[in-house]
């Protein structure tokens, strides 16, 4: 059983930044890969960044440039520098992990994120 555990969210005005932590119950670098998406209200989890164990890292268009993956193998955790938010950043960010591409990630229970005046 893996646990997950994403801690970081909270309110941050437009232009703030907010770091995203997400601890994992075993070592970060025996999975293949892990990722953070979201879900904004009302609408589908998006894929926002990956960084697989090759050191492979992906990043959605929208958050290119302002938002990074990075892990701490000794601390078992994997975070989400974001910075320059913006309003439509907000949403529930969710950690995951897989052993391997073709299988179902594991996931953490979510931290919510609202970018607000």
């Known amino acids: 059983q893996v646990v997950l555990v994403e801690s970081g969210g909270g309110l941050v005005p437009p232009g703030g930044s907010l770091r995203l932590s997400c601890a994992a119950s075993r070592s970060i670098d025996s999975f293949d890969v892990v990722e953070w998406y979201r879900q904004p209200p009302g609408m589908q989890r998006e894929l926002v960044a990956s960084?697989?164990?090759?050191?492979?890292?992906y990043y959605a268009d929208s958050v290119r440039g302002r938002f990074t993956i990075a892990r701490d193998n000794a601390e078992n955790t994997v975070y989400l520098q974001m910075n320059a938010l913006h309003p439509e950043d907000t949403a529930v960010y969710y950690c995951?992990?897989?052993?391997?591409?073709?299988?179902?990630?594991?996931w953490g229970r979510g931290t919510q994120v609202t970018v607000s005046s």
């Open positions: 995951a992990a897989r052993d391997n591409p073709n299988t179902q990630p594991f």
């Open positions: 960084r697989g164990n090759g050191g492979s890292i």
